[in-house]
Structures are given as C-alpha cells and as structure tokens.
C-alpha cells in the first residue's frame, strides 16, 4: 500500500508565520477563503487550521500571480 504521512493541522499563528503576514491577516483571508483553512467547530467564532502543504501550494501560486483564482479546497 503506498500510505501519504499523516501531516498536523498548525494554528493561524503559525500559519502567518509561514506565510510572513500578520495573525489577523491570516485569519481575515481564512475566513473569505482567500486561503486554504479547516474550520473547527460551529458558530461564528469557529477556529481554523491550516496545512503547510496547502498553503505553500497557495504561495506558489500567488508568486506567480495567475490570471485563474487560486486553488481552493480539493487542491
């Protein structure tokens, strides 16, 4: 069987950290879906998390900057 590694969800802080914005930024672009993020919860104040992979994805393809929207979920 050829198994994927399990990979951890990091928190918004982290996230930002990765992507070099701000905490707020990252939450802000989550919650529009301007990035990729996994919403916990239910309600309005829902925590997200994101995935490494799915973000570095994400700036790879906001480097570029593609005239198509970037890739969302299902990548």
Same mark, same amino acid.
């Given at each position: 069987?050829? =198994? =994927? @590694?399990?990979?951890?969800?990091?928190?918004?802080?982290?996230?930002? #950290?990765?992507?070099?914005?701000?905490? $707020?930024?990252?939450?802000?672009?989550?919650?529009? &879906?301007?990035?990729? #993020?996994? @919403?916990? &919860?239910? &309600?309005? %104040? %829902?925590?997200?998390?994101?995935? $490494?992979?799915?973000?570095?994805?994400?700036? &790879?393809?906001?480097?570029?900057?593609?005239? #198509? %929207? #970037?890739?969302?979920?299902?990548?």
């Amino acid at each position: 069987m050829n =198994q =994927q @590694p399990f990979e951890q969800y990091v928190s918004p802080e982290d996230a930002a #950290a990765f992507l070099k914005v701000n905490r $707020l930024k990252i939450i802000r672009m989550a919650r529009s &879906g301007s990035v990729p #993020a996994h @919403p916990l &919860g239910t &309600g309005k %104040r %829902r925590q997200r998390r994101f995935k $490494l992979s799915e973000l570095d994805k994400y700036a &790879g393809w906001y480097r570029n900057k593609s005239p #198509a %929207r #970037a890739p969302m979920k299902g990548m």
